[in-house]
């Protein structure tokens, strides 16, 4: 019995200490991903020389009012508020952690008091008597500590702080995201307003026209047909304001929410949607781009997986280590006495001492399945890691590509809606003159106005992408923070993890 035993120990211990260091290379994945040197949706004079990344893209929109609305989202979004909730609970889990290693120590005291009998005496009235009161005094200390011996209560406890740490960065990328959803949202409500004003002066047109076809039908010069078609048509017209009003209530109260106001709908929007530079014109890049393997040391989503992967490598570790011995150290100190002088002679003291060291031997099997338990959530880390990766070129490789392909489309659209305009214009003329009709004039209108809500909405869609791309390349910005002047930003994008190092554990 004794020999399968010794057996054990050393084939548990042998196993334990030649694979107790687990080391992850996120590299493993990456290399066959095969990542270009450059963006494969520019061209090769384009990417030939790419600049770093914008230090601050909510600067370079150059509106501050919206530099106001996302410091405001910033300081109130109550979603980001929960994020910071749930940093301070990280560290709080870290700090917890930690103190795994350090002894506990605690203490008892109780008291007695009791009354002696009296011998057997009794009253006068024939009653027993008891003597007087006598009090006692117990105070205890407990003290337990493991040693960690191996490095597994340190395994643990540097693997809370980079959870810690992995929080603090999705904190980031929560600022990120409600900064870019605060953009989009502020061009939401603007162009929701713009769709609005448009309908508001096809409403307007409509009403002009039937006031004329009606005068015209009054002396016979409109059949009633034309009349008809008129009214249809500003019902249209006045079905398709009522909606668009309230797309621009949703979008405001959507906005308010984002900021976390009460969702009146007060806010007011810009009178236009903004023009922004393009990404790449023939002087070269506007805005910086960086480079794909840039974008692994600078995302924070990515910056957080990679923390989380290190995290559970340190716990295959600690579940390895789990295996080997571990030395335990309980004492206790106990001193009772009647009264506050005896309690502080040292000579009453009674204390003990113990020291025990445990070797696992058989326990069902549990020790393997945790460590087999942290080997593959250890894997998953890995593979979760590599698909952020993937998910976030993709998003830049989508972006950079649609950049391009919306500027032609909203190019087209904006010539659709001037040529549009200019047919109306001469179909009008041609009705008051009397060689089209009513017909004709209300179908180069309707051509008009859809032409221009088109060309409004592809302008937002302009400035959507570019907010899209900003944050799937994980662009930091700068904004104003609670009572800060605007020279004194701060950048609120900014990654400030957790520190830990062996120092800290």
């Not at 009403?207 to 008809?228: C, K």
């Not at 909606?243 to 959507?254: G, K, P, V």
């Not at 326990?363 to 993937?390: D, P, W």
Request: glycine share 8%.
């Amino acid at each position: 019995m004794a020999r399968a035993i010794r057996h054990i120990l050393i084939a548990g211990w042998g196993a334990c200490l030649l694979s107790s260091c687990v080391s992850i290379d996120k590299q493993d994945v990456l290399d066959p991903l095969q990542v270009p040197q450059s963006w494969s949706a520019l061209s090769q004079s384009e990417a030939a020389d790419v600049p770093t990344v914008s230090a601050d893209w909510v600067g370079e929109l150059n509106n501050d009012r919206i530099t106001a609305l996302v410091a405001e989202a910033i300081a109130h979004n109550n979603d980001l508020n929960a994020a910071a909730a749930n940093v301070r609970n990280a560290r709080e889990q870290a700090r917890i952690a930690r103190a795994g290693i350090l002894p506990t120590i605690s203490g008892t005291i109780g008291g007695q008091r009791t009354r002696a009998p009296g011998g057997g005496r009794v009253d006068d009235a024939g009653r027993p008597t008891f003597g007087g009161y006598s009090n006692a005094i117990d105070l205890g200390l407990n003290l337990n500590w493991e040693a960690d011996l191996w490095g597994r209560l340190t395994d643990q406890t540097r693997a809370a702080y980079l959870d810690a740490k992995a929080a603090d960065i999705d904190y980031a990328a929560s600022q990120l995201s409600i900064a870019g959803a605060t953009v989009q949202s502020f061009y939401a409500v603007t162009e929701a307003m713009l769709q609005r004003q448009l309908s508001e002066r096809d409403v307007q047109t409509g009403e002009a026209n039937l006031r004329i076809i009606e005068r015209r039908y009054a002396r016979g010069i409109s059949r009633s047909l034309d009349v008809r078609l008129a009214r249809s048509s500003l019902a249209s017209s006045r079905a398709t304001l009522l909606t668009r009003q309230q797309a621009e209530l949703e979008a405001i109260r959507r906005l308010e929410v984002l900021l976390g106001r009460y969702p009146a709908a007060e806010l007011l929007a810009d009178n236009n949607l903004p023009r922004l530079p393009a990404i790449i014109d023939g002087e070269g890049k506007l805005i910086g781009l960086g480079t794909p393997e840039g974008l692994l040391f600078r995302r924070p989503d990515i910056l957080a997986d990679e923390q989380q992967l290190k995290a559970a490598g340190l716990r295959v570790a600690a579940a390895r280590k789990a295996f080997l011995p571990s030395l335990s150290l309980r004492g206790f100190a106990q001193e009772s006495g009647t009264g506050i002088e005896d309690l502080l002679d040292i000579d009453e003291v009674f204390a003990q001492l113990v020291a025990s060291l445990v070797q696992p031997l058989f326990q069902g099997g549990r020790l393997m399945a945790q460590a087999g338990q942290q080997k593959a959530l250890m894997e998953a880390s890995l593979y979760t890691y590599a698909q952020t990766v993937l998910l976030a070129y993709e998003e830049v490789e989508n972006a950079i590509a649609a950049e391009r392909l919306l500027t032609a489309q909203a190019e087209a659209q904006r010539i659709a809606f001037e040529e549009a305009a200019a047919a109306e214009e001469l179909t009008n003329r041609q009705y008051v003159q009397g060689t089209t009709d009513i017909f004709n004039l209300i179908n180069a209108q309707q051509r008009r106005i859809n032409a221009e809500s088109q060309f409004i909405a592809a302008s937002r869609g302009q400035l959507t992408n570019r907010i899209n791309l900003y944050l799937a390349l994980g662009t930091p910005f700068q904004v104003p923070g609670p009572e800060e002047p605007e020279e004194d930003a701060v950048q609120l994008s900014s990654h400030r993890p957790l520190s830990v190092s062996k120092g800290d554990i």
